[in-house]
């Protein structure tokens, strides 16, 4: 699977289409409480996904979105192994702007860009829309050390070998010995730029 859009955001359709002249109108609900930041995602076929607006959540009647400039985007492919050479299906790879990931943003004011993809069983991947330059890609796959590789352009050598990892596993309970489900769980390591596990939940009964 492969789609131009947010890493961390899935939708079968978009809220809305832009019409022949390249405007949309979008209804949203008021944001639900707690919420503190809305962002708003332009993508279309061929291009670089844009960030058109992100800022504290202000319910009005009407809000008018300045003109988004999209740029020409580029199909970047490569394929995932394993340090045994074994081509390694279902990593999640995700590309994001090199230059705004490090502090950098090269004058640009345009938002964030984003695109994703999993490999398929031959460890294939390809990425449509991502930016053509200065683009670092992030590689995970459970039981493997999360892999980056930057800055990636259009012809570069995007060939990857991800290195095994270790599973940690254990309870979490409150003072009386209780389990507690739900609890956050992440681990840290000293591994590139202090790189985390991801987002794991205990079960029911506190494991993880």
């Known amino acids: 699977m492969s789609a131009c859009q947010p890493a961390y955001v899935w939708r079968a359709e978009p809220l809305v289409r832009s019409n022949a002249e390249g405007r949309y109108d979008l209804s949203v609900a008021p944001p639900a409480q707690g919420t503190k930041v809305r962002r708003l995602y332009i993508a279309a076929p061929g291009i670089v996904m844009a960030l058109a607006?992100?800022?504290?959540v202000v319910f009005v009647a009407r809000l008018e979105i300045p003109t988004a400039s999209l740029i020409p985007g580029a199909t970047l492919r490569g394929r995932v192994r394993d340090s045994s050479g074994k081509v390694l299906a279902g990593v999640r790879v995700v590309a994001r702007?090199?230059?705004l990931e490090r502090g950098s943003g090269g004058g640009r004011t345009d938002g964030?860009?984003?695109c994703a993809a999993s490999t398929e069983e031959q460890g294939w991947f390809a990425l449509p829309g991502a930016l053509p330059a200065a683009t670092r890609l992030v590689f995970r796959k459970p039981g493997y050390l999360r892999t980056v590789l930057e800055p990636v352009a259009l012809g570069s050598d995007t060939s990857v070998v991800m290195v095994p990892s270790g599973?940690?596993?254990g309870?979490?309970?409150d003072r009386e010995g209780r389990p507690i489900g739900?609890?956050?769980?992440e681990l840290l390591h000293e591994v590139d730029d202090g790189l985390a596990s991801g987002?794991?939940?205990t079960a029911i009964d506190g494991t993880f």
């Open 182 to 185: 739900g609890a956050a769980v």
């Open 167 to 169: 599973f940690a596993q």
């Open 53 to 56: 607006a992100a800022s504290p």
């Open 112 to 114: 964030s860009f984003f």
């Open 171 to 173: 309870r979490v309970v």
């Open 199 to 201: 987002d794991h939940r």
């Open 97 to 99: 702007d090199a230059m």
